[in-house]
Each structure stands twice: as structure tokens, then as C-alpha cells.
């Protein structure tokens, strides 16, 4: 009897699999903003992330953060968030929790899950299904997951991915009141307040062919759905001097494609997509990155182009749209794997009117605990994307407990 | 079939003084169509720190033709992050690493093969299948049941040559030292030896960074051969199917 109870526990961990961290980040800003007089913001996030195999062909997956913050960027409400709407982030989220079923060449993941689309690294023009998480920053950011089902065909070098997203997920934006919404200076005095959103009813879909060759990659593929990046209406009320904002999301269809090519030198690798929307006023537009990679030693580079071409003017100015907002720059990351405990990463995004630069220290100590220090340096013009944030340079200290 | 045994057995040492035919036979013992084992890695550096990561590592296919699936088991927060390696036999590997944390996997550039693996003193090209016919080989000495060998690579490589020790009983590797136009640049010995499924397998590879002065043990644990494995379990799927 106990031997059956001992070889039923060895099953069941045999098919349980978890990981997670506790991180506590802080953030130091030696500037404040008009709108934000705080220079420090400290961040405590829990994650946990654990599946079980039921049958070699059926997997439950689940990842849950809970976190909290001393900026209000964190709701106090203690409610459990699975949909990831609020403009404040969730105190207890649920990032995943997808069941993964395997048949042959056929894998289907239905529930709450990420995906990620694209090749080219620090902009992904194709990435439609991966809302991101702009609240503590744009330059470092992390993906929010989404609601839909995936059904994906692999034979040979060819994979065929088809998604749908019955139920939208914004990217959430930096709050008005804090230092990431950059406020032009004609602003000053007038009070601005968030009116809620309107978000789009209807489901989103998606499908991309990916082939990989001798010697080569390429994929095609389509959207039809939402930006998850938001435009604002705003209503004035002279009265009070106040501005109300309700963000929107207009409709969005995108073609495009990837590839990468490994080279005796270098691997080159591009991703371009052309987006245009049914909604009157909305912008339409191609996003495209061209990057080239190369390994020397324990040093990785990627550098490149993103650029992009208007071809349809938004007939509103009040946008948030980092994904064009790093366009039309030179981008490049270095990294420096120093030994099996520390790396060094460099990453910038450069252009006349503004850029960008992040440095970052990491190490290892020990099996569980990773210290990462970092600077964030932004410079520009108020009128350019990166520039608007020139304030809002920062240094860093994240410290990991992994388990 | 005794007397086909002994008269093999027989013909077996004049044959294998050619080296590359030394080489050949290594490879030919070694072979399995299929390998699996959980891989333990300690990393010292100069100042004695201890790094360890684990992995399971499994691969289908040999010599320049076979697709291999690496994850790591430990520490924790690496837990998840898998490599797909897919050797070709006349050109470079193309490698994908899977990070469950970003829910992506990513191509690898590796133009540069003395890149060192994971931060490890392995450089990937001490990782790679050796094409026999990517170099030349000579015998420097047959003494005390070994052979030495220098190996001279025909193509581009971050050594100009190396010598390779291996035993005349059971042809396998000893240990190899591998050097740049400086100098030693490594050294890999190959220890713990035992038969697994009729295959002499060291159970303990270790690699010594001269320049560095920094030393990697990796172990082999629960190394098993000619598994039934499937090739739908070596693609960018099967990467990011498991957690």
C-alpha cells in the first residue's frame, strides 16, 4: 500500500512541472515630471508558473502574478483580474491558463495564453496577438497574455498558425497622473482625467505560414482585428478646465511577413507588416525592421533599421503608439555573456530627434537569487516619440529570488 | 561465424593504423540512432565560484544528420528555456532557443563557433559532430594501449590543431588537447567510462579553459541509447510545448 502510494506521488511529480519568482524592483528617477513629482518607484512581483501533463497529449497550464507597488500603478482592490482591462494593473492576475492538447502534427492551446509572432527583436511589427504593459515604462516592457485559441499544423519545415481572439486585450498605458504620459507644456494647469475606454466588440483572427528552408526562414502573415494601442477622444470642459479622455481602438488588418537568413558572417533577419483599418479618421501604415546579427565570442550584436511610411494620416493627434514611436530609428542590442553567472546588455534606438539607451549589469548568486542594475538614458525634442520622455531617465535595481 | 569474428578481430589493429580509419572506428562504436540523458554542469572560475545549471537533453539521428532538444531543468530561472539544434551535414547548425518567459523562440546567430556554450568553458564547436572529412589526421605515437593523434581542421576553426588520446581497446577518447597559434588553448578529458547498451560512454566529460583558468564538469546521468523517439518531438512545437 505504501509503495503504491510512493510510486503515485513519483507519477504525479513526473508530470507536474512549476517555476516562479518573487522580484522587488526599484526604479530612480533624478528628475520629476509636471505631472508626477515621485522619483522613486518600487514594484514587488510574485509569478508563479506550474502545468500538469494529464496524458503525454493533453497539458493544463497556469501562470498567476500577484504584485503590488508603491506608486498606485497596482490596484489595492485585491480582486483576481483574467482579462487584464483596468488601467491600473491587478493586484492577483491570471497571465495564463490554457489547456495544450498534441495530436501528431497538430497542437491546439485553447484558454488564456501568449502569443508571439515576428523574428526581428526590440520591434516586432507583426507581433498583433501580444499586448504589452507600458504602465512603469515604454523602453522595458512585458506582455500581457490574451484569451483565444491556437491551433497550429507543423509538417516538415512548414507551420500553418491560425488564432482567434474571441475577447480584446488593450495594451495597458502609462497612467495620466504619473511620469510615463508625457504631458505637452501647453497642458499645464489643466486637469486631465482618464473617462474610460470603448472597447471593441467582436473576435480577432489571425493566421501565419512559417517555412523554414535550407538555410533559410520565412513566414507570410494576417490580421484582422483591433490596435491594442489606443487613440483618445477627448471632451474639454472649459468650466472646470479639465480634459476627459476616452481611450479607443480602432479597427486594424494586417499583411506581412518575416525572414531570416544565416550567413557565414551574419544572419539577417526583417519583418515588415502593412496595417490598414476600416475606422474613419484611423491612421494606415507599414512598420518594417531590417537587423543583422553576429556572435563574436561571448559577444551577441543585433543592429538594424525600423522604419515606417504613413500612408493615411489619423485625423486625431492624441495617440499612444510606441510601436511607431520606435520607428525611424537605428536599433542595435549588445550583449556580453561574461561566465555562467554574469552578463553585461546594452540596447539603444538613436535618431535625430530622440533616443535611447539601456545598460544593464546581471549576476547570478548562488542557484536562486539574480541582481540586475540598471540605467535607462532618453534624450530629444518634445515633439519626438523617445524625446517626449526626456525626463524620464532612470536607474535601476531589480533583485530575483527564482524557485 | 567464430572464425568471421576472430579474423575480424585479427584484421582489426593493422587496419586501424590509419588514423582517420581510428577515427571512423570511434565514431562507428559510438553510434546510436537515438540518445537521452540528464546533464549536470559545474562551471569553476578562476575564483573558485560554483555555478551549476542541469538539462535533459535528447536527440535523434547521428553524425552530422540528427536534430537534438536541450532544456534546462535548473537553476530556476532558466527552468524552461530550451534549445533545438538541427546539424546538417555540410553546413553550420541552425540552433532556435525557446524562452518560455517572452513566449518565443528565437533563431540563433552562429556565425562565430568558439563562442562559449552558455557561459560554460565548452565552446559550440567542441559540442559539435565531427565530420571526418573536415580534417586531417596523423599518428604521432601508439604507446601504453593508446594512440596519439593530431587532428589539423580543413576548414575554418578557432584551433590550428589538436591532439586526441584514445584507447586501443575500446576505442574511445581519453582526452583531448586543443590548440590556437598562441598556444593550449583547452583541454577535454573523458572519464567514469561504462558500457551502456554496448556503447563505451564516459559518464563525466571535463574541460579545462587555459586562458581563462576557469574548469566545467558536466556529468551524464540516466544517458540511455536507441530510445524510440519521433521526429514531430524535434521542431519548434515540440520547443515550446513543454513548459
Known amino acids: ?403 | 561465424m567464430s572464425k568471421l569474428f576472430l579474423l575480424a578481430a585479427l584484421a582489426l589493429p593493422v587496419f586501424a593504423q590509419d588514423p582517420r580509419q581510428i577515427i571512423l572506428e570511434v565514431q562507428k562504436r559510438q553510434h546510436a540512432d537515438s540518445e537521452r540523458y540528464e546533464g549536470t554542469l559545474e562551471v569553476t572560475s578562476q575564483g573558485n565560484q560554483v555555478a551549476t545549471k542541469r538539462w535533459v537533453y535528447q536527440r535523434i539521428g547521428s553524425f552530422g544528420n540528427s536534430k537534438a532538444i536541450l532544456r534546462f531543468t535548473a537553476p530556476a530561472e532558466v527552468k524552461g528555456v530550451g534549445l533545438l539544434i538541427v546539424n546538417h551535414p555540410a553546413r553550420a547548425s541552425d540552433q532556435w532557443m525557446w524562452r518560455p518567459a517572452i513566449g518565443r523562440d528565437q533563431r540563433i546567430a552562429l556565425q562565430d563557433r568558439s563562442t562559449r556554450f552558455f557561459g560554460t568553458d565548452f565552446s559550440f564547436e567542441d559540442l559539435e559532430e565531427r565530420d571526418v572529412d573536415q580534417y586531417d589526421y596523423k599518428l604521432l605515437a601508439d604507446e601504453g594501449g593508446m594512440w596519439k593523434l593530431e587532428s589539423r581542421p580543413r576548414k575554418s576553426s578557432q584551433y590550428e590543431y589538436s591532439y586526441f588520446w584514445i584507447k586501443k581497446d575500446n576505442y574511445t577518447f581519453v582526452k583531448i588537447e586543443a590548440y590556437n597559434k598562441k598556444g593550449l588553448v583547452r583541454t577535454i578529458d573523458y572519464k567514469n567510462y561504462e558500457q551502456i547498451k554496448g556503447i563505451w560512454t564516459a559518464r563525466l566529460t571535463e574541460v579545462y579553459d587555459v586562458t581563462r583558468k576557469s574548469r566545467t564538469v558536466l556529468k551524464y546521468e540516466k544517458l540511455e541509447y536507441n530510445l524510440p523517439m519521433k521526429d514531430d518531438d524535434f521542431t519548434l512545437q515540440a520547443l515550446r510545448r513543454d513548459l
Open chain 1, 1 to 403: 500500500m505504501i509503495d503504491a502510494g510512493v510510486l503515485l506521488v513519483a507519477l504525479l511529480t513526473q508530470q507536474f512541472e512549476q517555476r516562479g519568482f518573487i522580484e522587488n524592483s526599484t526604479a530612480v528617477y533624478p528628475q520629476t515630471a509636471p505631472n508626477d513629482s515621485g522619483r522613486v518607484v518600487d514594484d514587488l512581483l510574485f509569478r508563479e508558473e506550474a502545468s500538469y501533463k494529464f496524458a503525454p497529449w493533453f497539458t493544463v497550464s497556469g501562470a498567476f502574478d500577484a504584485r503590488t507597488d508603491s506608486h498606485r500603478q497596482t490596484a489595492r482592490d485585491g480582486v483576481v483580474d483574467a482579462d487584464d482591462r483596468s488601467i491600473q494593473r491587478p493586484a492577483f492576475s491570471v497571465r495564463r491558463m490554457s489547456a495544450t492538447i498534441h495530436r501528431g502534427k497538430v497542437t491546439a492551446e485553447i484558454g488564456r495564453q501568449l502569443i508571439r509572432w515576428g523574428k526581428t527583436d526590440i520591434l516586432n511589427p507583426t507581433d498583433r496577438f501580444a499586448p504589452k504593459d507600458y504602465l512603469s515604462s515604454v523602453v522595458d516592457t512585458d506582455f500581457l497574455g490574451v484569451s483565444a485559441a491556437r491551433v497550429t499544423y507543423e509538417s516538415g519545415g512548414d507551420t500553418v498558425d491560425l488564432v482567434w481572439q474571441p475577447w480584446f486585450t488593450p495594451s495597458r498605458t502609462p497612467l495620466l497622473d504619473q511620469l510615463w504620459t508625457a504631458l505637452p507644456p501647453e497642458a499645464a494647469g489643466v486637469s486631465i482625467v482618464d473617462a474610460g475606454a470603448r472597447y471593441p466588440g467582436g473576435s480577432q483572427y489571425g493566421a501565419r505560414w512559417n517555412h523554414i528552408g535550407s538555410g533559410y526562414e520565412y513566414s507570410l502573415c494576417f490580421f484582422d482585428g483591433f490596435q491594442n494601442l489606443p487613440s483618445f477622444d477627448a471632451l474639454l470642459t472649459p468650466v472646470t478646465a479639465s480634459v476627459a479622455l476616452t481611450r479607443t481602438y480602432p479597427d486594424l488588418r494586417l499583411y506581412g511577413g518575416d525572414a531570416a537568413v544565416p550567413l557565414p558572417w551574419l544572419t539577417i533577419k526583417g519583418e515588415a507588416a502593412y496595417f490598414t483599418s476600416s475606422t474613419p479618421g484611423a491612421e494606415e501604415y507599414a512598420l518594417y525592421v531590417i537587423q543583422l546579427e553576429r556572435q563574436v565570442k561571448e559577444w551577441s550584436f543585433v543592429g538594424g533599421y525600423a522604419g515606417s511610411v504613413v500612408t493615411r494620416d489619423s485625423a486625431s493627434p492624441l495617440q499612444f503608439a510606441p510601436d511607431r514611436g520606435f520607428a525611424k530609428s537605428f536599433v542595435g542590442r549588445a550583449g556580453l555573456t561574461i561566465d555562467a553567472s554574469r552578463s553585461l546588455a546594452i540596447e539603444t534606438a538613436v535618431r535625430a530627434a530622440g533616443s535611447f539607451v539601456r545598460f544593464e549589469y546581471s549576476q547570478l548568486f548562488g542557484q536562486h537569487w539574480r541582481a540586475t542594475g540598471g540605467i535607462a538614458w532618453i534624450r530629444g525634442d518634445m515633439t519626438d516619440f523617445l524625446g517626449e520622455y526626456r525626463r524620464n531617465s532612470y536607474g535601476s535595481l531589480a533583485i530575483r529570488y527564482s524557485f
